[in-house]
């Protein structure tokens, strides 16, 4: 698809020049945006249209609630069956820019009578916007080189993997119309430079407000633009056109991003708007500078502008201090100092760290996401050197600032990926150009070599001249030559669409939800547990049921089962994690008293040992231990959960802590009975099983799925005799002939 | 008034099904002085029992069926025309579907026990007339019978047992105001699910164009048996389904769709349902619909079946007039549908439409939506009814209209002209 849009816009340039360019182009960029669309289709087309993990499961709900409901009831949404007994602000706490945009989308369809189902255009969305992103990129690339160049970085971003990793149908993330956002500014935001037009920066203050409403990453353009102006007034490239472009952009843009609830006053009173703020005002002082300069003489200038240096700088000092002791500049929060320290989230918010998109990326993933593109980069930012232009300027600060953070956080290979195709597309559209462009230069370098041999030079002067008379033979003039680099980088393109082709089909487009497996004659079987449980659950459960589980499945468990949960992908409340963490964590005895409080009904664990699901609980295991850990560690210790090897073992060899722990005692209750006695295996951890199953006394198995992966247990309500649930388990098991005293640990004193 | 006598009562109760059935045939004879032309009947319940239907048939009259008249919970008149003269005789057939009677005692089991059902009834027909001779027959789903009640008359031992039927023979004249009427217990094992669908909702898109019959069909059903007395064991129920497959729990939908059925979904709240099997036959087409997961007693499960069909199977054509004769639903018979919503949406321009539904409707509306491109609206029939049993997918729904392809024509009429703008715009934009 690249090579061929290549040439063919190489073709249709020369031969129809005026009546065919603009139709052709137009053709080419339809055709790039088909193949966007098309490369994310793979899991609609395998599995179904649903939406994908686990994040996007609560964007969706938030957009039934926006269709069903309305805008305004959708803004003061109060999610009172989510992070229960608390509830959620989820209006005032999301980024509406997403369901906004499926809901008008929706009405506009409904409006044509066409009666799509809501969820298709969720499911939808993520493609769509590609094709779009692709022609924002075309856009903005052209500025650099050409028009060719522009075609082949909308090719590249089209189906690049790590921009579809985030954008296959289904993925309905705040990332799905982001990254066009993002593109469709800095491409305005470069028009807006180049024109100097205030009209163009508006547009850009708009799409950036229009950004702020669906991605908290805005804040990367809310710092990427003034950094542009800031290299910018270093290279002492002021000019009237920065002014107006930057003045419009930053006022329009900040004051409509101020809309937004979730953001507020946000961009005047936290510290990753300040650069903006900063350039800002940096900017009036260049535009007085210049104007004052205009006035007096040189000799007053200067004594004028070291009486304002000094005044300013006092000023400044004096005025940063007072906000920040006073509070009103907020301090950067965690996951901030976690893209400059990396170790900083392992030690003080493991909540963060737990997250494996927020872990540094290995070398392997950036060539699987890009290819070789990840090559072309420097080739490409050294050609912006040579250019220079101010756009050459804002890709070569774009490359630095994003191949720095995507190094600190392999989740933002995605914000790297658009410059990596901007990037690559300058290299090979030059080196295209280099290797098919000079046929008109041969006509000069003939004349040259004509005349040369009239001077009828002998000896070595001979030899020389004959290297540098441009003869069809040496170098890019050579038809050998041509072929042989034009056919590689051909192989090269063919093999980029290749290879994201498969990396889009095979790694990305997952549901994650189901899952599949081929059987030994070769059919496909489909594992759909966790519908099975989310289903079992809607159907059969009262309405208000309170379901625990670990985080990770709080918004699946609202959105398709419908049910309360204490906890989810929120995590804006670590307390409450750390809650549900310490009752996995801990004894039955301690753990019931936390659920008790809390009204828990079921919990919903996932356990992979049969099937071999590494994502189980499980493995995760770790993680709420340290999290529960954070605020109780006295009662939660880490070390007791590892033998004294320092091993995580769970079968015979677990530590006592580990055996009696509930999330240990749920995963492992029942699970020998899959198998011939004592041969009981864990195929997650390669373990064997427990010999012993575990004893439940407080809650007891309601269901498991089909291939035993998702396991609901019920809690047991407290017993009508005032007894200790254990003892009451094994009075009826017949272990005890006689009733004891209950224990002292009793709530409820026993009556005689 | 004592102006009817019984002279022969036979009355039989299926238990085979998921509800009960009862086949009441009576011989009455006038036996007062005057013409008679009603018949007072009193339908017999269990405790907790209500009747879903009841159809009554007289064998001498030309025109069989008649339609009760209710008068109070379980009793009805009959009207019998023409008028009986005195010393005349009818023999009246009546037909009832009842429900509540049948419950599993006990009412928890473990999931790879038996069940048992206990059925009351009474011994002698509930009737303000006298009765000369009478039976009762009890038809059970298997001859695994537990426990029965038994009588010892006059030296004859009751009931006479054959195989899974018992038998309860008396020639013993009951009066009118015999209140003693004797009870009869019965306690059978039936390990099978016993489904009740608590929604039924059909909807049918009728294609004129493209000559197609979209239906839907949700279903929400639960199941009415023992509830699990344990908890639900899932390594149990793998193993089980391997040795000894029978279960309370509903593990199979099977449905038999036309011949050329295409484009069948099977999905439910949460999405698309990977576990069912589709054989096509010349004939029809057979889908196993397996639930996600097996659906105990006291469990329930929605699912929803789509499917195309083409027109020419079920449509006739006579004096510009369409018929279409269509089953009023696919989904398994012998189960009560607590509640049912058809949706007929017709062809756009279709005129005069008619309707027959061959069950008591309790409420219909008619409706007029829009699709894309639509101009004129197409009208929707909307038809609910309560407690629908027996035969549904047997029951055919005849419907009639005129069509009048002109509203086709607008359609194209108007895509011509969107795509001649088109055409013109882009001519305009790019020629100059």
Partial sequence: MANSATITSKKGVKSHQKDWKIPLKVLILICIAVASVSSRLFSVIRYESIIHEFDPWFNFRASKILVEQGFYNFLNWFDERSWYPLGRVAGGTLYPGLMVTSGIIFKVLHLLRINVNIRDVCVLLAPAFSGITAIATYYLARELKSDACGLLAAAFMGIAPGYTSRSVAGSYDNEAIAITLLMSTFALWIKAVKSGSSFWGACTGLLYFYMVTAWGGYVFITNMIPLHVFVLLLMGRYTSKLYIAYTTYYVIGTLASMQVPFVGFQPVSTSEHMSALGVFGLLQLFAFYNYVKGLVSSKQFQILIRFALVCLVGLATVVLFALSSTGVIAPWTGRFYSLWDTNYAKIHIPIIASVSEHQPPTWSSLFFDLQFLIWLLPVGVYLCFKELRNEHVFIIIYSVLGTYFCGVMVRLVLTLTPCVCIAAAVAISTLLDTYMGPEVEEDKVSEEAASAKSKNKKGIFSILSFFTSGSKNIGIYSLLSRVLVISSTAYFLIMFVYHSSWVTSNAYSSPTVVLSTVLNDGSLMYIDDFREAYDWLRRNTPYDTKVMSWWDYGYQIAGMADRITLVDNNTWNNTHIATVGKAMSSPEEKAYPILRKHDVDYILIIYGGTLGYSSDDMNKFLWMIRISQGLWPDEIVERNFFTPNGEYRTDDAATPTMRESLLYKMSYHGAWKLFPPNQGYDRARNQKLPSKDPQLFTIEEAFTTVHHLVRLYKVKKPDTLGRDLKQVTLFEEGKRKKLRRPAKTNEIPLRV | ?432
């Fill in chain 2, 1 to 432: 008034e004592q102006v009817w006598r019984n002279s022969n009562a036979i009355r039989t109760i299926d238990l085979r099904s998921t509800y009960t059935k009862t086949l009441t045939s009576l011989i009455i004879v006038n036996e007062g002085d005057e013409p008679q032309n009603t018949y007072r009947y009193f339908q017999q319940t269990s405790p907790g029992e209500s009747v879903l239907s009841l159809s009554v048939s007289i064998k001498e009259e030309e025109k069989k069926g008649t339609n009760p008249i209710k008068v109070n919970n379980n009793v009805y008149d009959i009207p019998l025309q023409p008028p009986v003269k005195p010393g005349e005789s009818r023999t009246l057939l009546i037909q009832a579907g009842l429900d509540g009677g049948v419950r599993p005692l006990p009412a928890a089991v473990d999931q790879d026990e038996e069940q048992y059902l206990v059925y009351l009834t009474t011994l002698y027909l509930d009737s303000p007339y006298t009765t000369d001779l009478q039976r009762t027959r009890l038809i059970l789903p298997s001859a695994k019978i537990d426990t029965y009640t038994t009588y010892n008359i006059d030296g004859a031992e009751l009931p006479n047992r054959v195989g899974n039927t018992l038998v309860y023979e008396s020639r013993e004249t009951i009066t009118g105001e015999d209140n003693d009427l004797g009870e009869i217990y019965v306690r059978y094992e039936h390990t099978v699910p016993i489904p009740r669908g608590a929604d039924l909702y059909v909807q049918i898109d009728m294609h004129e164009y493209r000559k197609m019959l979209e239906v839907s069909e949700r279903v929400v059903f639960e199941n009415h048996a023992a509830k699990l007395k344990s908890n639900f064991d899932r390594a149990k129920w793998y193993m089980g389904n391997f040795y000894n497959p029978v279960s309370t729990a509903i593990n199979r939908v099977v449905y038999s769709l036309p011949r050329n059925s295409k484009d069948v979904y099977y999905t439910d709240e949460v999405g698309n349902i990977t576990t069912s099997h589709m054989r096509v036959e010349p004939h029809q087409t057979w889908i196993e619909l397996n639930p996600r997961y097996p659906v105990f007693g006291g469990w329930n499960y929605l699912f929803q079946l789509d499917w195309k069909m083409p027109y020419e199977e079920f449509r006739s054509s006579k004096n510009r007039r369409e018929y279409l004769d269509i089953p009023l639903a696919w989904s398994p018979g012998d189960m009560i549908y607590e509640k049912a919503v058809w949706s007929y949406v017709f062809p756009e321009g279709a005129t005069n439409i008619e309707i027959e539904m061959p069950v008591e409707i309790s409420n219909s509306n008619v409706t007029k939506i829009h699709k894309f491109l639509d101009t004129l609206g197409r009208q929707v029939f909307t038809y609910e009814a309560l407690n629908v049993t027996d035969g549904v997918p047997s029951d055919i729904v005849h419907i009639s209209y005129e069509y009048n392809s002109s509203a086709f024509f607008l359609r194209i009429a108007i895509i011509t002209t969107l795509l001649i703008l088109l055409a013109a715009a882009a001519y305009m934009i790019w020629a100059p």
